[in-house]
């Protein structure tokens, strides 16, 4: 029907807007505090971005991914994810000329072909922070710690930090060796799905929301038995960073993310409220993404946020403040006269940067006093026929109801 959005989507009511705004706020916040600066991608981006940065084989590249021909003949997708847009956008606007360590942030409008439940639609919002030139384990905990001060700032305290590290071009193909030895002695119990990672990804079939939980999956080879020296390294200089950071964390080996441009360190982090919707924000290290991309060898990390999960949570817990907007003033005309009085007023304040509002339905004076106390506005200015005779205004406090008549000249300062 023409009047329902498309499934998946959902319209952001201004009731809502609050809400959003609350976390927004917080996220800006939080990423000055850390130094991050805002990034606005496009929407969407060529196809081969993300075939090439997410990598074929994911269920995102494979199945979730909206991707069209445009008329000029191009393969175009609405982006599903945002580290393979930020980091083309590094590239292209050279960034990295600096030779510093670039800090990113964004919050915008993701799309995925995925079964729409409660935290999980088609359209959905992200907010996730890039940072882009450094190998340091250390800039690994700063993005950790980035992500749950936030969450902590919103009044989320029952998380649960899980790392793993999921090695580098140089162990992860013994790894890959031993997954496909191991689960080849077991195809007949693993999904369709996952009978089609085994040669092309096995890593994949850890992450697989069908087999996972799965006592073949359990039991699976572990990467540390198969970590170089660096990846073994790295990975403990994280945890000796965290530790010194006084952050509870749990190693999970299972813990491989979804993408295939993730090296070293990954990460979740859970909100134990949501039972199997837990999941809250997640990332890791990505240094052969830029190259894989066309650019040359950077280290890179980063997590995502869903803002919709992070709703949810913050709803069941009775955690939302959200931001409001209310009227400075709401004007209240007498008569038919007094709007053209009141409407140069309200013209008058709001070039002064003053929030007012006033009633165009031309109701009664009784009626307009209702609508001025349930706009949230702080101040009713009342003009009828003495006021417009007078050159005042009837000013009353709509929380006290005190009142008094002032010119109207001087309004504006009385109400600052």
């Known amino acids: 029907m023409l009047t329902n959005a498309p499934r998946g989507t959902k319209d952001i009511l201004p009731e809502q807007i609050g809400n959003w705004l609350f976390i927004e ?3 800006r916040t939080i990423c000055q505090n850390y130094g991050y600066e805002e990034i606005r991608t496009p929407i969407f981006e060529h196809t081969e971005l993300f075939q090439r940065g997410i990598g074929e084989g994911t269920d995102v590249v494979d199945k979730e991914m909206y991707t069209f021909t445009d008329r000029g003949g191009r393969s175009i997708t609405l982006r599903p994810e945002n580290t393979a847009s930020a980091v083309r956008a590094y590239l292209q606007n050279k960034l990295y000329a600096t030779g510093n360590l670039v800090k990113l942030f964004y919050i915008g409008s993701m799309f995925r072909y995925d079964r729409p439940q409660a935290g999980r639609l088609r359209e959905f919002h992200q907010f996730g922070v890039e940072a882009l030139g450094e190998q340091n384990p250390a800039v690994d905990a700063e993005i950790i710690l980035l992500a749950l001060d936030f969450l902590k700032s919103l009044g989320l305290d029952d998380l ?3 790392i793993n590290t999921v090695g580098c071009p140089k162990c992860r193909p013994i790894y890959r060796q031993k997954l496909q030895h191991y689960f080849s002695e077991n195809l007949e119990e693993l999904c369709d799905d996952c009978k089609h990672r085994l040669l092309k990804n096995p890593m994949r079939i850890l992450d697989c929301k069908i087999d996972s939980g799965k006592e073949i999956v359990e039991d699976a080879p572990k990467i540390e038995t198969c970590l170089c020296d660096e990846c073994r390294e790295h990975f403990a200089t994280v945890q000796k960073y965290l ?3 006084g952050v509870n964390f749990e190693i999970d080996p299972r813990l491989v993310r979804g993408l295939d441009y993730y090296t070293k360190t990954a990460f979740e982090i859970q909100y134990l409220p949501l039972g199997a919707q837990s999941a809250v924000a997640g990332g890791g290290r990505y240094d052969g993404l830029i190259e894989e991309i066309g650019g040359s060898p950077t280290p890179g990390i980063g997590f995502a946020a869903g803002i919709e999960r992070i709703l949810i949570a913050l709803e069941k817990q009775n955690l939302l403040q959200a931001e409001k907007n209310n009227f400075a003033a709401f004007i209240v ?3 038919e006269k007094a709007e053209i009085y009141s409407f140069k ?10 929030s007012v509002t006033m009633d165009f339905a031309k109701r009664s004076l009784k009626a ?3 609508q001025a106390a349930k706009s949230g506005a702080k101040f009713a200015l009342i003009i009828g026929e003495n006021e417009i005779k007078n050159s005042t205004v009837t000013i009353k406090n709509l929380e006290t109801s005190a009142q008094e008549t002032v010119a109207i000249s001087e309004v504006a300062e009385k109400i600052s």
Do not use: F, P, S
């Not at 007023?345 to 003053?354: A, M, P, V």
């Open 333 to 335: 005309a007498a008569d």
């Open 25 to 27: 706020n917080k996220i």
């Open 243 to 245: 530790t010194v950071a």
């Open 345 to 354: 007023l309200l013209t008058e304040l709001r070039r002064k940067n003053i």
């Open 160 to 162: 649960k930090l899980k």
């Open 368 to 370: 307009q006093m209702k």
